[in-house]
């Protein structure tokens, strides 16, 4: 990458960070996405500056990515990461037009979000050993993530005064720092008045942290934690699938949308910008009721 663009690839990092509000794992993804598309124009010698690029460069670059046999979303997402740049580059004058323009974006293979059948989700949670302090603790951080559909990155951000117990809710900051109400449901405060109780203190021990979920070592619970926590309850369940923490998400969505919820309401606990984000949920509530339709009537 020469000067000019590393450059301005540092600006348009800082200019997401503090002006789009983007996390710092959003950011990284930007930095790698365009990292990897200037080191590839560099090795297949298209040593030019940004400024020179031509669509036909860009459609290289996406050939060489489908060379790799990525997935289509990956390539989509390389994609808007170089959209968002250059047009960057464009709202600072530092190119006369925006190449990305002439380029079409690859139609992405659409995949129907996975999720937990209701009764399988019970036997999952039931199954968690709560026989011991972090037992107790992944109990609720389970119940918390299905009770809210809240993102990984939401859940662990959570501090003790989120939590309104009166309301029986917990203040969400989401995506761009929005923040929403999301009701917790009467076995998860269970969970999380039990959590509170019994294991938080004894992991704590003498840090003040603010921080709701806590690890061993009395620190905030991190993202990869609370992935490890599934994993590990999902070994105690003897599950023969894996189950990611984002199943849980999915998983209330579509058990709300099944059970009658406003398609909006569920938008707006889900922290999507975009209602056409929460869409792709009715599909999976029409092909669950597809299923049920033809195990039971007599003449599917």
Known sequence: MDE???????????????????????????SRDLQEFFAYLEQAGFAKSFQELSPRDVRAFLAYLHRKNLARSTGARKLASLRSFYKYLLKMGQIEYNIMSLVNTPKRQKRLPRFLYYQDLEKFFAAVDTDSVLGVRNRAILETLYASGMRVSELVSLD??????????????????????????????????????????????????????????????????????????VEQAALSFQVSPHWLRHSFATHMLERGADLRAVQELLGHASLSTTQVYTHVTGSRLKDVYMKAHPRA
Not at 5 to 25: G, I, M, P, Q
Not at 184 to 196: A, F, I, R
Request: charged share 30%; with cysteine.
């Open 4 to 30: 000019m663009a590393d450059l301005w690839l540092d600006k348009f990092l800082r200019y997401l960070a503090a002006e789009r509000n983007y996390s710092v794992h959003t950011i990284q993804a930007y």
């Open 160 to 233: 003790l005064g989120d939590l309104d117990w009166d309301l029986g809710s917990a203040r969400v900051a989401g995506k761009g720092r929005k923040e929403r109400i999301v009701p917790l449901g009467s076995h998860c405060l269970y969970w999380l008045n039990k959590y509170l109780r019994e294991s938080r203190g004894a992991l704590a021990k003498n840090t003040d942290s603010d921080a709701l979920f806590l690890n061993r070592y009395g620190r905030r619970l991190s993202e990869r934690g609370v992935r490890r926590v599934v994993h590990q309850c």
